[in-house]
């Protein structure tokens, strides 16, 4: 009896200045409590309640008013009555063995309700949940919700009126069964049945939703959201000065374009020397930036409408966020260890494609690149209506030229232009042309510079500086060239000096 004292006494003294803490906050959706009478009803609905929202604690020996701590003098009674009406749920539900605090020199007794439950309890026939303070009976809508979160039904199994084998785009399909054919037949409605991206309703086959996701024609006009809006801002916040891209189509299609929208738009820190000799690095490590646009297309909540996945990139910090919150029992505080995929048939799709290399191993990785960038980790923040997803990155030293008394430092010569999106080349370009030997660039030395762009896309960023009043062109056809705006009325000059140089001699 004396060790059983003991632990009391210190779990006691961990616990009485936190729930005084909690108290003062009032009842909320993840705190409530009640007085030593309450009935096991009662507390099997509060425990229910809380198991199918965000779990919590229940407190008791306080009466209606927080300041009436009537404590309790038989503990031990009250905890069974709390065990045995978690025992009473559909399903069972487990739960810590609850605890004793003193608060105001009274005993209460505390039970903690865990977050992430993978499961969804009923009492007695009923379904609640927390709302605010008050225990409130599940809708069918929001029950319905509920069960795609938890895993109990998927919307991605799940058949969309309207839709027929028409709406797949079979040569996609083709290809991807054919992939596999090694160990399957090679009969593509066969494959994706057997994946699940078909399914079949009274004798005939229909597309489910991840078929429409990854093999569709046109995935958006049956599930609206299922899109990544990308943008990249000038500065450190929203602003009205962006470029955006609205990426649609299939899951691997926007998996690519996300992917060169990243590859457009991300600084690289570049080293411009005489010899054109150059050393760059993105500001993030695109591969885990990549594991991340992977990840939020493999599990965000396709069954809520209106509302895509998010690629934010601002001057300091990116955001990838999605819709719904974390599935099953996955959880801000164990997001590193715990493994729960809401939409295991795209993910094993994506993996069958080669777009998900090592299955559950996403977040450990991020991490441990963004280490290795010398970058801090990245933020895991649960919103109200999804999650996302925060890389920071951090200004590097500037890499200077091989006289860099003659050159301004990189950053320098950027914050002129902060307030204007640019991409990479684009900003790789200025930093050329502020160089004290140059004062002119063509579309083939950018395209020297990043050899592994198409020249089209090196032509467009070139004309683009043009369209933003930051360079000129000069010149025609061939023997075009581009310089600063700012150097303009200089280089014509000099030309009308050469032009002049032979007739006056």
Known sequence: ?????????????????????????????????????????????????????????????????????????????????????????????????????????????????????????????????????????????????????????????????GTSLDDIDWEKAEAYAKKLSSSHSGDTKQVLLWRGCLAKVNDTLYPTSAGLLLFGKDPQRYIRGAEITAVRFAGAAMSDTFTRQDILGTLPEQIRKAETFLVDHLRKGVQLKHTMAR????EYPLEAVRELVVNAVAHRDYSIDGDGIRLYIFRDHMEISSAGSLPGPVTIDNIKDERFSRNPIIVQVLSDMGYIERLGYGVDRVIELMKNHNLSAPEFIETRGGFKVVLHNKTEEPIKEDKPEAEKEYTDILSEYSDIPLNPR?????????????SRITNSELQQLYPDVHAETIRRDLADLVTKQICSKMGQKRGSYYVLKANEQNEQQDNDTKTDTPANS
Not at 279 to 282: G, I, P, T, V
Request: glycine fraction near 6%; aromatic fraction near 6%.
């Open 1 to 161: 009896m004396s060790e059983a004292t003991d632990v009391t006494t210190t779990q006691t003294k961990t616990h009485s200045g936190d729930i005084q803490s909690l108290l003062k906050s009032g009842r909320n959706i993840e705190l409530d409590w009640f007085n030593e009478d309450a009935s096991k009803d009662r507390i099997a609905s509060s425990i229910m309640a809380m198991a199918n929202s965000k779990g919590g604690k229940l407190l008791c020996g306080i009466g209606d008013d927080i300041s009436d701590v009537n404590g309790i003098d038989t503990p031990d009674e009250i905890i069974e009555r709390i065990i045995d009406a978690a025992l009473a749920l559909d399903p069972v539900l487990v739960i810590p063995m609850p605890q004793i605090a003193t608060i105001k020199d009274k005993k209460v007794v505390v039970a903690d309700i865990p977050a992430g439950m993978p499961h969804i309890y009923s009492y007695d026939g009923h379904y609640l949940h927390r709302q605010g303070a008050d225990n409130v009976a599940l809708k069918p809508s929001a029950l319905h919700q509920l069960m795609l979160r938890r895993g109990k039904i998927r919307f991605e199994t799940e058949v969309i009126y």
């Open 426 to 438: 684009q900003e790789g370009a200025i930093v050329y042309l502020n160089r004290p030997d140059k």
């Open 279 to 282: 050393k760059e690095q993105y």
